[in-house]
T-cell receptor, first 115, second 112 residues
């Protein structure tokens, strides 16, 4: 199993450009999440999904959109990038079996710089 | 809302024990986790404890939970340079949406 993969690993955008970050998981997990990590701020939840076709807002959703058309994929879109969106973005997934596997598995991250 | 607090930095000498502390506010927390993040990588689950437990030991790692004070600690025995990383405390409640709340992370620096 590859676990959770993210593409791309790095990206530089100019202010106003758009892009989509792709997250894929091969563990058949129901839940998927997008976080951003900034120095001293820890992880902040952007959006999450509890299943195919459903999404919900997290703590910092403004400026981002998401889609979960397939269970294994969770896309994060930036329609008009701003310098404040310079960050490292992490995708995660989890299952809900009520046991030890109720933990999150994280991807390696995407480092995004907006100039 | 829920809140998870951690100190931001800890520096220890190689071979000593490290103790990373965490406090949380949500009394309905059922699962409490410690994640490790190495430079340039995502978070990896280190260990977890259920709220009905006081202690859990896993090789060099010891997790202590004081549910009354809502205090969680991670002790790393015989700390090595490879333990240098950011350690995140997280909590979640059982049932419903699984949306854990993370602390800001503690940077552990191990020096010779």
């Amino acid at each position: 199993n590859a676990g959770v993969t993210q593409t791309p690993k790095f990206r530089v955008l100019k202010t106003g450009q758009s892009m989509t970050l792709l997250c894929a998981q091969d563990m058949n997990h129901e839940y998927m999440y997008w976080y951003r990590q900034d120095p001293g701020m820890g992880l902040r939840l952007i959006h999450y999904s509890v299943g195919e076709g459903t999404t919900a807002k997290g703590e910092v959703p403004d400026g981002y959109n998401v889609s979960r058309l397939k269970k294994q994929n969770f896309l994060l879109g930036l329609e008009s990038a701003a310098p404040s969106q310079t960050s490292v973005y992490f995708c995660a997934s989890s299952s809900l079996t009520g046991g030890d596997t109720d933990t999150q598995y994280f991807g390696p991250g995407t480092r995004l710089t907006v100039l | 809302g829920e809140d998870v607090e951690q100190s931001l930095f800890l520096s220890v000498r190689e071979g000593d024990s490290s103790v990373i502390n965490c406090t949380y506010t949500d009394s309905s927390s059922t699962y409490l986790y410690w994640y490790k993040q190495e430079p340039g990588a995502g978070l990896q689950l280190l260990t977890y404890i259920f709220s009905n437990m006081d202690m859990k030991q896993d090789q060099r790692l010891t997790v202590l939970l004081n549910k009354k004070d809502k205090h969680l600690s991670l002790r790393i025995a015989d700390t090595q340079t490879g333990d240098s990383a950011i350690y995140f405390c997280a909590e979640s409640a059982s049932g419903g949406s699984y949306i854990p709340t993370f602390g800001r992370g503690t940077s552990l620096i191990v020096h010779p």
